[in-house]
């Protein structure tokens, strides 16, 4: 069966929580209201689905984000402009099927028209090879590393430069076309757009 990759949608968001909170120790743990705060302003929020079934899911947000995260914050202090992976979590049922890949390949589809980098981190606890032999084989190199505050885990700080965003910004700048494979999810603002009440309406 394919795997689809697609934007989040609300009812599934604790199926999402459930996902991040059982992925172990190397991702770090969420709650409903950090959840709910992602849902809602998050440029990147989608899950994989596969035989019906979600799959996983990858979180990221642009360099400009008002984003509480340390670990973005060291990107931010070092790099202008740039995508940051925040989370990828895939269902332990699904490692090793594809979905890790296919994450990777959307959103680098995704970041390269509108960012010259993207980022994220591996903590280095644990078995590792794996994920970081996965990041170099997507051409990410690492350049720093920093421990956590919180727990006193190490993470190596990495990086990837999209070779294709140089020719975008030159060609189109800011004004990309509007068709559906490139089209930027849509974020909600909480202070914006109350969720319906359910009530109706005169």
């Not at 925040?86 to 890790?100: E, L, P, T, Y």
Request: proline share 5%; with cysteine; hydrophobic share 40%.
């Amino acid at each position: 069966m394919s795997i689809v990759v697609r934007d989040v949608r609300e009812h599934e968001l604790d199926s999402v929580l459930a996902l991040n909170n059982a992925a172990g120790p190397v991702i770090l743990p969420l709650d409903s209201a950090r959840l709910r705060h992602f849902y809602e302003t998050a440029e990147y929020f989608r899950v994989a689905e596969r035989e019906g079934t979600l799959a996983g899911f990858l979180i990221g947000v642009g360099s400009d984000a008002e984003h509480d995260s340390r670990n973005f914050q060291w990107f931010r202090d070092r790099y202008p402009h740039f995508f940051y992976i925040d989370r990828v979590v895939v269902a332990s049922r699904r490692r090793g099927g594809g979905v890790g890949r296919a994450f990777y390949a959307d959103v680098q589809s995704h970041a390269e028209l509108r960012y010259p980098l993207v980022t994220c981190e591996v903590f280095l606890e644990g078995v590792t090879d794996p994920v970081l032999l996965f990041h170099g084989s997507f051409g990410f190199r690492e350049v720093g590393q920093r421990v956590l505050v919180r727990n006193g885990m190490r993470a190596a700080m990495l990086m990837k430069e999209l070779c294709s965003y140089p020719w975008v910004r030159d060609n189109y700048g800011g004004n990309l076309p509007d068709v559906p494979w490139i089209t930027q999810r849509h974020v909600l603002d909480a202070r914006l757009a109350p969720r319906p009440t359910g009530t109706g309406g005169p």
